[in-house]
């Protein structure tokens, strides 16, 4: 994981954006805390701050292809690195063992046409210093972040977090998920597509536990691939439990050599965080004992939590109740595994999106609202659990990989028959995923009901998150809420709570309407909220807003 400022179409003198660029650069740093690079010519400025995952000796960045035209920024991973490199024998001549820098072999020979063979996490920019010329790009599911700015004077800015544009913009963009620019038309166009986000394109088709298995097995080895001391993380729900079995399962070898030499650091460490006696704590525990892993409890006070909310709202970049109340465990937990030396993690994000594991999903009236509630859930994923996920660990210089997420793995789960998905009296929610890995985790989780994270590490949490804002938030604020805010005004007190310290942070009109605002229920779509009578007057994301389903659901005042 890295972080990325470059600034294009520049307006005023590049001697001048310079050391603007540097300060930009360095607000991100956390994001890269092992080395800092910058290319400026009197055109555009590349800056780049670097989390050294694969080859940690001469990965530095910006890379230069070998006729020093093009400048590669680039903050991600590339999982079949390997296998790209092969079709450039007696080609390219490649400078360095990063993954990244097959992105400029690609490139140089094929333009823009190349990012679908590219199987991994990334948001980057190239630099085509002969024609003054820029390419931007962001991965399939938007799991790296990624923003674009304007000043006041024109120049155009793409940064990794909004604290980098966040002063200097006048006008802030997500980058969107899946999309690429190219500056010789300078529109935004759209290159991941697929035939399974249409329902009748999967409506008739054959369901294989098996296939599920194996392409998620495969997933988890590609996402293995690192130089550095890696590890899990292990909520004892159901999704972390089978990626940090199978991680588990090929530990012992490094992927990179074909699993025929023993890995540098075979033993592995799993992660799990939680108040006291939390569900998440007793359930991660009874995993790391079934599948060998060397595991560490990570508990925290809910004053703790409360403490870190101002700085963790700062580092997520946002005022979503979901989001806040999942990140600040995940953010404390983060600093925990950055002082044992661990720079890598996998963690179990996308599951619930792909198989419908959301407690709502019981409300789904038919397979195709099933279905077309996975694809909506997948296209808004980066502003939500992919933001918590990237985010909080990179506060602490920590790279989080989702294999669920993985671009092969998704073609096998969504082209599943959406009817083998759906919930009823002899399948429980995930049933699919249940059955293919049952037989690599304790039963008693593999049938574990779905708790949200923020949920799992302890219900005081929320609970308490809850009582504080009623306390801190008046009846009046929120009935004047569109005076204050009258961009996204809060839907309520909590978030109105969470807006304020966001605007101490993140002052600009730019910044607020860079953060969605969506009703939900258990972290439904706005579409979802039709399925079910007692969802329309409802806004909570917590599971437990799920009456009749969550076996410790809100008991109705």
Not at 85 to 102: A, I, L, M, N, P
Not at 191 to 214: F, G, L, P
Not at 403 to 413: G, I, N, T, W, Y
């Amino acid at each position: 994981m890295c972080g990325i400022v470059c600034a294009f179409d520049v307006k005023e003198s590049t001697d001048v954006l310079r050391p603007q660029l540097l300060e930009m650069s360095k607000k991100i740093r956390h994001r890269g805390p092992d080395w800092s690079g910058i290319y400026a010519d009197d055109k555009a400025i590349l800056a780049h701050e670097r989390l050294a995952i694969v080859d940690p000796a001469s990965g530095k960045q910006p890379l230069l292809s070998p006729n020093g035209k093009l400048i590669l920024a680039a903050n991600g991973e590339i999982y079949n690195h390997r296998e790209l490199r092969k079709q450039f024998e007696g080609k390219y001549d490649f400078k360095t063992e990063s993954d990244c820098e097959v992105i400029l072999a690609l490139y140089q020979e094929k333009g823009v046409d190349f990012l679908d063979e590219l199987n991994g996490i990334f948001g980057f920019t190239i630099y085509d210093a002969e024609k003054d010329e820029y390419f931007v790009a962001r991965d399939h599911m938007g799991i790296i972040p990624l923003y674009m700015g304007w000043d006041k004077n024109g120049t155009f800015y793409v940064a990794s977090e909004l604290k980098a544009l966040e002063g200097t913009c006048t006008k802030i963009e997500l980058f969107p998920p899946g999309h690429y620019l190219h500056s010789s038309d300078g529109q935004l166009k759209k290159w991941y597509t697929r035939d399974w986000m249409e329902y009748d394109a999967v409506k008739d088709n054959a369901t294989s536990i098996q296939e599920v298995k194996e392409a998620l097995e495969a997933a988890v080895h590609r996402q293995l691939m690192s130089d550095v001391p890696y590890g899990v993380l292990l909520s004892g729900g159901l999704d972390s439990s089978v990626t940090s079995a199978i991680a588990k399962k090929y530990a012992q070898k490094r992927v990179e050599s074909g699993d025929t030499v023993d890995a540098w650091y075979p033993q592995l460490h799993s992660f799990s965080v939680g108040l006291e006696g939390s569900p998440d704590l007793a359930a991660a525990k009874k995993v790391a004992d079934h599948i060998g892993t060397v595991h560490h409890e990570i508990k925290f006070t809910i004053q703790e939590g409360l403490d870190a909310i101002k700085d963790v709202i700062y580092n997520i970049e946002t005022y979503d109740i979901t989001t806040i109340r999942s990140s600040t465990p995940m953010y404390l937990m983060a600093r925990v595994i950055k002082s044992m030396g661990i720079k890598m993690v996998l963690s179990g994000e996308g599951a619930d999106e792909l198989f419908g594991g959301y407690l709502y999903f019981h409300k789904a009236p038919n397979a195709q609202e099933f279905h077309e509630e996975t694809v909506r859930k997948l296209s808004k994923l980066h502003m939500y659990d992919c933001l918590r996920a990237n985010k909080s660990l990179a506060a602490w210089g920590i790279e989080g990989r989702v294999p669920f997420l993985d671009k092969e793995f998704m073609d096998v789960a969504m082209r599943i028959n959406p009817k083998d998905k759906m919930i009823n009296g002899e399948r429980m929610e995930k049933w699919v995923v249940r059955k293919a890995f049952e037989d690599m985790i304790p039963e008693s989780v593999a049938w574990r009901q779905k708790e949200q994270f923020s949920d799992g590490v302890g219900y005081s949490w929320i609970d308490t998150l809850k009582e504080l804002v009623n306390n801190e938030i008046t009846d009046e604020q929120i009935k004047n809420a569109a005076f204050r805010f009258p961009i996204n005004t809060p839907l309520n007190k909590e978030e109105y709570y969470y807006r304020t310290i966001f605007e101490g942070h993140f002052p600009s009109d730019a910044a607020a309407l860079s953060v969605p605002q969506e009703a939900s229920v258990a972290c439904s779509t706005a579409i979802a909220l039709e399925w079910d009578e007692a969802f329309r007057n409802m806004n909570d994301p917590s599971g437990r807003a799920i009456a009749n389903v969550h076996s410790e659901a809100y008991i109705k005042q």
